[in-house]
């Protein structure tokens, strides 16, 4: 149950990170997705404290993980054997560390009697893990976390309606009819996925932009930040009023009268020079003397 957890929160953990950003129409793909594995793949299930608390770090740690590959593979530009050399020595060690003692306290490794068929056994389990682990560091790397749990959620899909097709069990009609609506409606979900991953990387419009409804459309549109214009911040010019008329020339002449006028009350004067006298300033201009 835990595992369908996993596509949010590694969507929550990359939104809020800033490395990626999913449209509504690739979170309505997910959440259908999501749906339809719980659909067919839910059956029964009971909580505890316990379980709660190891799910939700199992979660965590997986999550944050599987977003520090790939934001190493692709920082780095490593292949999927560079990623698995730089990781196999501190995963054995772990392992070693915590498997051995574990399976000996369980009383399990050694009371085996091991013999060609368990060696090969144990030799074919390895291999196809060590290749599934370079299947999962080439696709963190190459794509993202939440594609590489997509096509995790595919794998299951596929085990499960080659089980029913195969291998037939016994079950009530609701059952099958849920199961069948679950593994639809998964497909559905990551068929949509791939496909609008797609048209978005090569900038076309998806089956959603050609055939659906209006009003889907406006559910799943994007909202539009524009950029600030800093002209609407400027501050406010002072326009002159609608019914003013234009100034007549003597309302200039005493405008630059009166200016004069002031700049001349504020004229400074030197110590023992003449003042300023009008009647002696109108006898100059006439031809007069002051003395």
Wanted: aromatic share 12%; proline share 5%; glycine share 8%.
């Amino acid at each position: 149950m835990f595992k369908l957890v996993i596509i949010p929160t590694l969507v929550v953990i990359e939104t809020i990170r800033g490395t990626k950003s999913y449209t509504k129409k690739i979170k309505a793909a997910l959440i259908a997705l999501c749906i339809g594995v719980g659909f067919a793949t839910v059956t029964d299930a009971s909580l505890n404290i316990v379980g709660f608390f190891w799910g939700i770090c199992s979660v965590l740690s997986t999550c944050q993980f599987q977003v520090w590959q790939g934001s190493r593979a692709k920082e780095f530009e490593m292949s999927p054997m560079q990623m698995v050399h730089s990781m196999a020595k501190y995963q054995f060690a772990m392992a070693v560390a915590m498997s051995i003692p574990m399976d000996w306290m369980s009383g399990g490794m050694h009371t085996i009697e091991m013999d060609m068929q368990g060696f090969f056994t144990i030799f074919t389990s390895c291999t196809f893990a060590v290749g599934s682990y370079f299947a999962s560091f080439g696709l963190i790397g190459k794509t993202s976390p939440v594609t590489y749990q997509v096509i995790g959620h595919m794998k299951t899909i596929s085990i499960l309606t080659g089980g029913y097709l195969l291998f037939p069990v016994v079950m009530t009609a609701f059952q099958m009819f849920k199961n069948m609506i679950g593994v639809f409606i998964a497909l559905l979900g990551a068929v949509l996925y791939g496909h609008l991953q797609m048209m978005a990387k090569d900038n076309v419009p998806d089956w959603i932009d050609r055939f659906a409804p209006e009003s889907w459309k406006e559910m799943v549109k994007e909202e539009e930040y524009l950029p600030v214009d800093m002209k609407e911040y400027q501050e406010p010019t002072t326009t002159p009023a609608k019914n003013s008329k234009p100034a007549s020339t003597s309302d200039l002449i005493s405008m630059m009268d009166s200016e004069l006028s002031k700049d001349d009350s504020k004229q400074s004067f030197v110590p023992g020079s003449p003042k300023f006298n009008p009647q002696a300033d109108g006898q100059l201009k006439a031809g007069g003397s002051i003395l």
